[in-house]
């Protein structure tokens, strides 16, 4: 008789077990998922390239866009420049177009974001080498919500531009067909001028 109480105690048990696990396996299958997309998987990149320049500065253009979804990138980084920033270009006081560093950074949404000489870029200040046509360099745009997008971009020669870097020296910069060179003695805000374009082929 005690035998058979013990063994009814002990199925009770065990049955009581089977529902609990049952429920939460249900529960398991039915939660929504509360998982949010990396910024960085919805940003993709077209033409992407860089401006040859032995020393000191370049700077590197492409066409920014997602699938939709707006993300802002925040900072960039590469293996050929121990400072890069975002840039704008934005009118000064005397009506001068000015480039300096985009507050905020770059928000891109459905709408392609374009990165070309004269107009929004990423600046490649202290060029740990000479960056020359036929190159690659690799960047890392980190989002605001601080995923990692990736790209490689070729460098090419660029004979459009012809910048003026304003900082405790004023420094002129041509860069034509052969080659380019910058001093990186500027701030982090300069003034010139690039004409629209494509690279030279």
Request: charge should be negative; include cysteine.
């Amino acid at each position: 008789m005690k035998l058979s109480t013990k063994f009814a105690t002990g199925f009770v048990a065990l049955g009581t077990i089977t529902a609990l696990v049952g429920c939460a396996a249900a529960a398991s299958e039915t939660a929504p998922s509360t998982a949010v997309a990396a910024q960085a998987d919805s940003v993709s990149i077209e033409d992407a390239w860089v401006k040859s320049a032995e020393e000191g500065m370049s700077a590197a253009f492409g066409i920014l866009s997602t699938d939709g979804a707006e993300v802002t990138v925040i900072s960039a980084s590469t293996a050929a420049s121990p400072m890069i920033e975002l840039h704008e270009t934005v009118a000064g006081d005397d009506g001068q177009m000015m480039m300096q560093e985009k507050d905020g950074g770059f928000v891109v949404s459905e709408v392609e974001m374009i990165l070309a000489p004269g107009g929004d870029h990423l600046m490649l200040m202290g060029l740990t080498a000479p960056l020359l046509a036929g190159d690659t360099v690799g960047f890392e745009l980190t989002m605001e919500d601080g995923s990692i997008f990736s790209f490689d971009a070729p460098v090419k020669d660029y004979s459009g531009a012809n910048e003026t870097y304003n900082g405790d020296e004023s420094v002129d910069i041509e860069t034509d067909s052969d080659s380019g060179s910058a001093d990186d003695r500027g701030s982090d805000t300069h003034s010139g001028s690039a004409d629209e374009g494509a690279p030279d082929q």
